[in-house]
């Protein structure tokens, strides 16, 4: 069947470069997309989504890209920062939500 | 956590026993979710509710029954709980089956 998967699951990064979160999903017919953040012993936090018509959103801090054509998505975080070590996961959108598994982001000091 | 609690936080049970988690909301959304979360896989969806006594099963459902008897309440239930259904379960909403807001999840061992 169809998944959400990610290219790596753990990355470092240094305090104040900016990160990037890969994911690539294989249901062309998903309509939205959204990334969540996890911190340890708690629930999933929404950060940003995209619909399928777009194919960039910023918010605070953050950016998410998507490229229909090869069906990625990406999360970037620009100045990370201690408090954005968490589980990064994307989710899309085809009749339900469908997880990925995450990636475990690292802020070196 | 978007006004969701779920009750709960921890529990330790014993295989066979019945274990019921309550979802509570106080945003008025009209679909809520269970999950699970386990190492190694993404959120899987055990059954979901779309209104009022509205529910529907999702990919993982066997051992699992759901009720909804008002909109802020959700309940999931083990009937019997299984070593297999010890997990983080997680409680979600949404106004309109996209967006997800989630709770801060129930620790669930089965010894």
């Known amino acids: 069947g169809e998944s959400v998967g990610l290219h790596l699951p753990t990355l470092s990064v240094q305090e104040g470069d900016n990160s990037i979160i890969n994911c690539a999903y294989s249901?062309?017919?998903?309509?939205?997309f959204i990334w969540y953040k996890q911190e340890s012993g708690k629930g999933p936090q929404f950060i940003i989504d995209?619909?399928?018509?777009?194919d960039k959103r910023q918010g605070q801090r953050v950016t998410v890209l998507l490229n229909k054509t090869v069906k990625h998505l990406s999360l970037q975080i620009a100045a990370t920062q201690p408090g954005d070590s968490a589980v990064y996961f994307c989710?899309?959108?085809?009749?339900?939500?469908?997880f990925g598994t995450g990636t475990r982001l690292t802020i070196i000091p | 956590d978007a006004g969701i609690t779920q009750s709960p936080r921890h529990k330790v049970t014993e295989t066979g026993t019945p274990v019921t988690l309550r979802c509570h909301q106080t945003?008025?959304?009209?679909?809520m979710y269970w999950y699970r979360q386990d190492p190694g896989h993404g959120l899987r969806l055990i059954h979901y509710?779309?209104?009022?006594?509205?529910?529907d099963k999702g990919e993982v459902s066997d051992g699992y029954s759901v009720s909804r008897s008002k909109t802020e309440d959700f309940l999931l239930t083990l009937e019997s709980a299984t070593s297999s259904q010890t997990s983080v379960y997680f409680c979600?909403?949404?106004?309109?089956?996209?967006?997800?807001?989630f709770g801060p999840g129930t620790r669930l061992t089965v010894t």
């Open positions: 249901n062309s017919a998903s309509d939205y």
């Open positions: 509710s779309y209104g009022v006594k509205d529910t």
């Open positions: 945003e008025n959304h009209r679909y």
């Open positions: 979600a909403i949404s106004h309109d089956s996209y967006e997800q807001y």
């Open positions: 989710a899309e959108h085809n009749e339900k939500l469908t």
């Open positions: 995209i619909r399928s018509n777009m």
